[in-house]
């Protein structure tokens, strides 16, 4: 593989995100509420159930990098990449960028594979857009609406 153009991460289902978030508030809330008032049993369990959640949600992480070659899926805490050939990716409709309301979000359909990343920023989305511009000459497109 070539060198890498631009890189992008995110969970597989950003819409579990928010509740993985919030369920990990909670539990440390609670840890720190009930370590002094029921014992250490209940925090250590409420820790282990904690730590858990924290290696389920990075189980769930899927970096999707743009080499000069092609493109390269590996998901989080599974063995094993897919690379995709650049001349694949720009004939055969495998990435597009999605627009909504405020948010920019990179599709990736490729196969048994199909993963919608947000875009941190429009930042982000700059650098991957110019990144794919200069080395691939190819800007992705946006993604049907449905």
């Known amino acids: 593989m070539g060198r890498v153009i631009a890189r ?19 539990l ?3 840890i720190a509420f009930s ?7 209940l925090s250590m369990a409420l820790g282990i159930i904690t730590a858990a959640l924290f290696i389920i949600m990075l189980h769930r992480m899927v970096v999707v990098t743009f080499t000069e070659d092609g493109l390269v ?4 805490g599974r063995r094993g990449r897919v690379f995709i050939p650049k001349s694949v990716v720009i004939t055969g409709n495998v990435i597009c960028i999605r627009r909504e309301s405020r948010e920019l979000s990179l599709r990736v359909v490729y196969e048994s ?4 990343i947000p875009l941190a ?12 511009t200069t080395h691939w000459g190819w800007i992705p497109p946006e993604c049907p609406s449905t």
Do not use: C, W
């Open 73 to 76: 899926i590996e998901r989080g």
């Open 121 to 132: 920023s429009k930042r982000v989305y700059d650098r991957l857009v110019n990144g794919l």
């Open 113 to 116: 594979f199909d993963y919608t």
């Open 8 to 26: 992008v991460a995110g969970p597989q289902k950003p819409e579990d995100e928010l509740i993985q978030v919030l369920a990990l508030a909670f």
């Open 35 to 41: 370590s002094t008032i029921v014992g250490s049993y």
């Open 28 to 30: 440390s809330i609670t």
